[in-house]
């Protein structure tokens, strides 16, 4: 069957989809999309967190089907929604970054992971980016338990999640002293 | 095989009634965990994702209607006043992703022993509203789970809401697992205060082979509250009475070994939760008892 659905702010149409296809399958193989991770295809890691009509899901339990005419918002697209909700454009260096220095054109929380270090092998990093820029969307200044509570559904086998906690932190703050 | 989308409730009706062999596809939560694991193959998947009215509830006189795709998450959000009893379920399944998706009729259709909404609907007192081109059918929640992943539902039957008694006193819900998040209950226990009809009702998770209500203990519970006047004086509950209580509904239990735990853990561990749901609901009532008295 054929899957239309808007990813990252573009609407992207998928051919041959069958019909038991998770929307991480879609976005990974078909769409070109790598990021969102796939580690466990049960629900249980969270390195194919993205957002589905603004809700955040685990894209290898939703199937494709499901997917059809909704939007999409993966690890890719976060540097531009941030850029969006600022109220300006993609940020410089977005296209991979080859222009700009390194670092150019990632969005505040990642600029956060990397600056806390909570980065080791980064299988679980896109997962856990896109589940802390929606904890950050709804809680701007989130206690120690809402960021442990909104990672609750991610795991992490290198950190020791305390660089995580930290990074979330980071960018919580940076965001509080732009205000 | 095919991918059947329907738009209206009354398309999902009839589609389930063509191909009653299609497997619904809710949340997904469990479906797709069998899917992507070749443990299940259906012919058709129905999405029922496209029906708005299964994801609306309604708050009535006596229950609240909920539409059986209503995520978890908007439970704990929007119904904790009515339903405190399943906010608190729903809050321990999963993670936020699970919750954003998962629903309290994925739950059921699944029937799970495991299944977290379970205690707290038999505690509450709840009916699922199955539906078919047939007609409408209520069936009381304890009549509906019928084995080990077994429902009462026929082949060209969905659930469309599940109809569940408002509180009118306090409710618990305690789960036995290795950590807070992302758990398969161990077991699981409901309780819920009815003081209007002056009765306890309760739910066990996980130590049968369905969800059942520990009946003995509460008809033990109701007499001995009774007798004591306990409802009226809002007095402390003697600790004899709620170990009596606490033994009566391990009693009720009919646990196996498995990897999550063994029968005699499952069976002393719901024991210990009967004991403090108790004394946590019952601190509740005492509570509010002695604001009005005092008011
Ligand atoms: C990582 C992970 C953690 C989990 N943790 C928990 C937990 O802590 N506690 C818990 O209870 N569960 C847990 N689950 C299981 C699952 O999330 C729940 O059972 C959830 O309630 C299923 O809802 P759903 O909408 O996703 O159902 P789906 O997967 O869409 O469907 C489940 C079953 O119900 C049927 N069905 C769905 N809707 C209807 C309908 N309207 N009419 C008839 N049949 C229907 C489907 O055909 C299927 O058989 C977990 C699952 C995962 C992947
Ligand atoms: S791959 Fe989806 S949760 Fe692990
Ligand atoms: S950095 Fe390796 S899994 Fe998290």
């Known amino acids: ?179 | 095989m095919d991918f059947l989308r329907p738009g209206t409730w009354e398309e999902a009706l009839a589609a389930k009634a063509e191909h009653p062999s299609a497997v619904p596809l809710a949340g997904g939560t469990d479906v797709m965990v069998e899917i992507n694991f070749d443990h299940r193959r259906p012919e058709y998947l129905l999405d029922l994702n496209r029906i708005g009215d299964l994801y609306e509830w309604e708050t009535g006189e006596r229950d609240v209607r909920l539409g059986a795709s209503v995520p978890y998450t908007r439970i704990m959000e929007h119904l904790r006043g009515p339903l405190p009893g399943l906010a608190l379920a729903a809050h321990t399944v999963g993670s936020p992703q699970i919750r954003n998706r998962g629903s309290v009729g994925g739950n059921l259709g699944a029937a799970s022993p495991a299944g977290d909404s379970h205690p707290a609907l038999l505690a509450a007192g709840a009916e699922v509203e199955a539906e078919s081109v047939r007609g409408t059918r209520l069936i009381p929640v304890e009549r509906f789970y019928t084995g080990v992943k077994r429902n009462a539902l026929e082949p060209d039957e969905l659930i469309r809401a599940v109809r569940i008694r408002k509180a009118d006193g306090p409710q618990q819900f305690a789960k036995v697992g290795t950590r807070n998040a992302m758990v398969i209950a161990v077991c699981a226990f409901g309780l819920a205060l009815h003081p209007e009809a002056r009765a306890v009702r309760t739910g066990i998770g996980s130590a049968a082979p369905t969800p059942l209500r520990a009946r003995a203990a509460e008809e033990f519970l109701d007499a001995a509250l009774a007798e004591g006047g306990f409802w009226d004086s809002g007095r402390d509950l003697p600790p004899s009475l709620a170990r009596q209580f606490a033994e009566l509904a391990a009693g009720a239990c009919n646990p196996i070994d498995d990897v999550r735990g063994s029968a005699r853990y499952r069976r002393h561990a719901v024991g210990v939760m009967a004991r403090r749901t108790l004394g946590w609901a019952w601190d509740t009532y005492r509570g509010s008892e002695r604001t009005t008295r005092c008011a």
């Open chain 1, 1 to 179: 069957m054929r899957v239309n659905v808007t990813v990252n702010g573009r609407l992207r149409e998928a051919d041959d989809v069958w019909e038991g296809e998770s929307l991480l399958y879609v976005l990974r193989e078909r769409l070109g999309l790598p990021g969102s991770k796939n580690a466990c295809e049960q629900g249980e890691c969270g390195s194919c967190t993205v957002r589905l009509d603004g809700e955040l899901v685990c894209a290898c339990l939703v199937a494709a089907g499901q997917a059809e005419g909704r939007e999409v918002v993966t690890v890719e697209g976060l540097a531009e929604l941030a850029a969006r909700r600022a109220g300006g454009s993609a940020p410089a260096g977005e296209e991979r970054g080859e222009e700009g220095p390194p670092g150019a054109g990632l969005s505040p929380v990642q600029r956060a992971f990397v600056d806390a270090g909570a980065v080791q092998c980064g299988f679980c990093t896109p997962g856990l980016l896109v589940a802390a820029d929606d904890l950050l969307a709804r809680v701007p200044d989130p206690s120690d338990a809402d960021i442990r509570e909104a990672l609750s559904g991610n795991l992490c086998r290198c950190t020791g999640y305390e660089k995580i906690l930290d990074a979330v932190r980071l960018a919580a703050a940076r965001a509080g002293e732009t205000v």
